[in-house]
DNA sequence: GCCAACGTTGGC
DNA sequence: GCCAACGTTGGC
């Protein structure tokens, strides 16, 4: 059984753009307890909304899929990443990471805007008030509404 | 740039 | 364990 999440990224740092250029690439950088649980959850062939976030207008411009399990985001380690974290060490790492492989880009961008129109959205985290985490699951549902109904 | 909402830190 | 202070996120 697959699994359907959503996670953020800010287009000027790493764009939708930049993963099909690459076809794929390691999710680094998050560094928040919940959206990394929700990372060692993920299973190799899981889908993913590509979501581009503080950006005008913010919304799911794509897709992709998780190439690769949770493993330790060694930029957590590397003092001259902006990532690095001195709490995180080789023997007990705190930061994890997937890969991910481009899938889609979308013609047009989905808006939050959007998405919070739909009734059937409603229970989404990413539509609810004040939510800012970067990784997000979706139920299957809600993966078929988007995917079937709004998506552009 | 503003600022509401949230997560984390650290003193007690 | 509480909670104030602080830093960050992210939509607008």
């Given at each position: 059984m697959i699994n359907y999440w959503l996670m953020k990224s800010e287009p000027d740092a790493f764009s939708i753009d930049d993963l099909k250029r690459l076809k794929h690439a390691p999710w680094d950088g998050v560094r928040n307890y919940q959206a990394r649980n929700f990372m060692k959850a993920m299973n190799e062939g899981d889908m993913v909304f590509f979501y581009h976030s503080s950006?005008?207008?913010?919304?799911i411009v794509g897709t992709a899929k998780v190439c690769k399990k949770a493993y330790p985001d060694h930029t957590s380690w590397d003092?001259?990443?902006?990532?690095?974290?001195?709490?995180?060490?080789?023997?007990?790492?705190?930061w994890f990471m997937v890969d991910v492989v481009f899938v889609e880009r979308w013609p047009s961008i989905l808006t939050l805007a959007e998405l919070k129109k739909s009734p059937e959205l409603a229970d989404m985290l990413l539509t609810k008030k004040g939510s800012r985490l970067s990784v997000m699951p979706i139920t299957q549902k809600e993966w078929e509404y988007i995917t079937v109904i709004l998506k552009k």
């Open positions: 950006c005008s207008p913010a919304g003092i001259n990443s902006h990532y690095f974290d001195p709490k995180s060490t080789q023997d007990s790492p705190r």
